[in-house]
């Protein structure tokens, strides 16, 4: 069983910036993939970045150029930097795992969850 912390979130103005970090224990993290997703209030919970073991990533449409998802296996760390904040950034922000190689976007399809941080982005 795995689980997942994460930490960072607050209230920034729109433009700021924002680091969130998810810490793994009770796992072999290297062997997972990883994805951020994040859910807005009356809304589904949708994927904003995912990286594989070794480092490929892929972004949604909406914050591609604007967040950058790493992760630093020596630390059983992911990290999400978030550049350019908008007010639609707004959500619930989650971590998740799946022990597998490929690199997908529906939440069903990842096994392990952290708790969420909530990030507020003001206009």
């Known amino acids: 069983q795995v689980q997942l912390v994460e930490s960072g979130g607050g209230l920034v103005q729109a433009g700021g910036s924002l680091i969130l970090s998810c810490a793994a224990s009770g796992g072999t993290f290297s062997v997972y993939a990883m994805g951020w997703f994040r859910q807005a209030p009356g809304k589904e919970r949708e994927f904003v970045a995912g990286i594989m073991r070794r480092g490929g990533t892929r972004y949604a449409d909406s914050v591609k150029d604007r967040f950058t998802i790493s992760r630093d296996n020596a630390k059983n760390t992911v990290y999400l930097q978030m550049n350019s904040l908008k007010p639609d950034d707004t959500a619930v922000y989650y971590c998740?795992?799946?022990?597998?190689?490929?690199?997908?976007?529906?939440?069903?399809?990842?096994?392990?969850w952290g708790q969420g941080t909530q990030v507020t982005v003001s206009s």
């Open positions: 998740a795992a799946r022990p597998g190689v490929a690199l997908v976007i529906t939440p069903v399809e990842y096994t392990y």
